[in-house]
């Protein structure tokens, strides 16, 4: 079995790669990184084999992961230089098209863009793929197969990449956990209380949406009674804008990752 090889050892290969253990994977995994300390890191937790030299590493590879940040895979492919043989390679990187890859890196490789979330660690992600034309069936299955091992898979129109990155990312989740949590505390409630209570409106609530089949609007209007006190607090957010504060921030990720393209 060729290995799986991820070209940066950073924060989201850590999290894959402890995924992809815990669900029983047991294939060879080889991870290229200058940072000799991650190396280390991942190689005792999870018996990944180090590699410094990502010509080397890419040599052995039977699937390749490019999981550096977006404004260093220009250099790393170019570096590399162009590839001889038939390869499939993903990209983790955030706003870096396919075309864009398809020509910083010459040769035979058929191109796919993956975005997994770090709650991947606990084989409990959402990973969005888009794949370029001509993808062989065979290797499309491959894909998919290695981020089904972290949770589920949800194939979409490349387009659809920006607006989907700054949706789906668990930082919303913490975000809104640290943000209520903080405002039952100025309200007395102390610290462990408040994060209880913040975190069952949070994962219990949209838990129950998910397995219940519910309607979200019958949910909202089900929770929230006309006149009591939840109606109050949403109807208040509502006022000071809370709508429009989310659309700001989701439209200042997007304008970020299409800025990645550009650079």
Request: with cysteine; proline share 5%; aromatic share 6%.
């Amino acid at each position: 079995m060729k290995p799986l090889v991820f070209l940066g050892g950073g924060r989201i290969t850590s999290a894959l790669v402890a995924g992809l253990r815990r669900s029983g994977y047991e294939g060879p995994i080889v991870v290229h990184d200058h940072h000799a300390k991650k190396l280390s890191q991942l190689k005792r937790q999870f018996g990944v084999t180090p590699e410094r030299d990502p010509r080397r590493a890419l040599a052995s590879a039977g699937l390749l992961v490019v999981a550096v940040r977006p404004g260093s895979v220009a250099g790393l492919l170019q570096g590399i230089g162009p590839v001889r043989k038939p390869l499939t390679a993903v990209s983790l990187a955030a706003g870096i098209p396919l075309a864009n890859l398809r020509s910083l890196f010459g040769g035979p490789v058929r191109w796919a863009r993956a975005m997994p979330s770090p709650v991947c660690r606990s084989a409990r992600g959402l990973t969005a793929l888009s794949f370029e034309r001509g993808f062989p069936a065979k290797a499309r299955a491959e894909v998919r197969r290695l981020f089904l091992r972290v949770g589920t898979v949800l194939e979409i129109r490349e387009k659809q990449f920006d607006a989907f990155t700054v949706t789906y990312s668990s930082s919303h989740g913490y975000h809104a956990l640290a943000t209520l949590a903080g405002a039952a505390q100025q309200l007395g409630l102390d610290r462990g209380s408040a994060l209880t209570a913040a975190a069952h409106a949070l994962e219990d609530g949209i838990r129950h949406w998910r397995e219940s089949g519910i309607a979200l609007a019958r949910l909202l209007h089900e929770a929230a009674t006309p006149g009591g006190v939840a109606a109050a607090t949403m109807n208040a957010m509502d006022a000071a804008g809370y709508s429009r504060v989310v659309e700001r921030g989701v439209r200042a990720g997007v304008a970020r990752a299409r800025a990645n393209a550009k650079d």
